[in-house]
């Protein structure tokens, strides 16, 4: 259990410039003052990180985000409906915004979130500044879902770990972009695709084939030092299986067949499986609705060469 002094403890670490990890609903973060340069530098080399690749600033409620960046009309509705929650809302920040260049990789945009756990929500509080978080991995392994994952991955790195169990969403945050008046997703993820555009009554532009681009989006990410097969209705011997729905063993993302399931379960058998050191690990076919959009893009980023 977290107590109130475990909290404190871990604001003060974050307020001296150290490096703190922290559950989320979507996965465990590697936290660090969004204000203080030399804290958000610690962060691209304890991941291992390109520095291009801009960071997400965590707030504790949308008036800290307002505080950070201009939101146009669509973007304070999803603000309004979805936060707390597993999304990331990429603005224009305001010139007088004290978040870090570094942390925005020099755009002129900034991506926020005000995640849903209580833990999070009660450091950010505590902290009562934006705290620059990427998922707690080395650069392009596979991301966190329980605090012993962030353990064997960043151990030595950072400050101190806060342990809240696994994470229920399981999958990162998905992310839109509201820059020159277009609603953009770079990121599928924790919340569906199809959940925003019922909320804006209109479709999102995809970043591959629209003009924004994410600069996090690198081909190869999430990957198991295992090779990876996708859409493997079966394993070969020297593979290691991940089913999906009707399969007997011991890694099922989901033997009902729910998506909702399989992404809480992603990254916990994926890092479960590359520690038996396969050869390969061959994964069940996922259908693309709902989170299934964001497990496909995780896995074909897993599969990709590298
Ligand atoms: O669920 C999550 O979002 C987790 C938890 C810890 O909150 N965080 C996370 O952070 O996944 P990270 O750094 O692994 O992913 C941030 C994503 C990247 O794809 C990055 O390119 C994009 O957000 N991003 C950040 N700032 C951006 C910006 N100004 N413009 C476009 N994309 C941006
Ligand atoms: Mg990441």
Not at 48 to 58: A, C, D, E, K, V
Request: glycine share 10%; net charge negative; charged share 20%.
């Amino acid at each position: 259990m977290i107590s109130a002094k475990d909290i404190s403890k871990a604001a003060d670490l974050l307020l001296s410039g150290e490096l703190v990890a922290f559950p989320t609903e979507t996965v465990y973060g590697l936290g660090a003052l969004a204000t203080d340069d030399k804290a958000v530098a610690r962060i691209y080399a304890a991941k291992g990180r390109p520095t291009f690749n801009p960071l997400i600033s965590h707030v504790p409620d949308v008036e800290a985000a307002f505080a950070l960046g201009e939101f146009s009309g669509d973007a304070l509705k999803l603000a309004a409906r979805f936060w707390p929650g597993p999304l990331t809302l990429v603005v224009p920040r305001w010139s007088t915004c004290t978040v870090s260049l570094l942390a925005s990789a020099g755009l002129s945009s900034l991506a926020i979130r005000v995640p849903q756990h209580p833990i999070a929500l009660e450091l950010l509080r505590v902290v009562g500044k934006p705290v620059v978080a990427p998922s707690a991995n080395p650069s392009g392994r596979i991301s966190p879902t329980t605090a012993q994952h962030v353990r064997d991955g960043l151990g030595n790195k950072v400050s101190m770990i806060l342990d809240g169990g696994p994470c229920a969403v399981g999958v990162e945050s998905t992310v839109v972009s509201f820059l020159e008046g277009k609603a953009t997703l770079l990121r599928p993820g924790g919340l569906p695709r199809e959940t925003i555009e019922d909320a804006l009554g209109f479709r999102l532009l995809d970043a591959d084939t629209g003009v924004m681009h994410s600069p996090g989006q690198m081909e190869s990410h999430y990957a198991p030092h295992a090779a990876m097969r996708l859409n493997a209705e079966t394993a070969m011997t020297d593979e290691a299986y991940l089913g999906f729905g009707n399969f007997d063993g011991a890694h099922n993302l989901s033997p009902s067949g729910d998506v909702v399931e399989a992404a809480a379960n992603l990254f916990r058998m994926l890092h479960e499986l590359d520690a038996t050191k396969p050869e390969r690990i061959a994964v069940a076919p996922i259908p693309m609705g709902g989170l299934g959009e964001a497990i496909n893009d995780r896995l074909k980023r897993a599969a990709a060469p590298r």
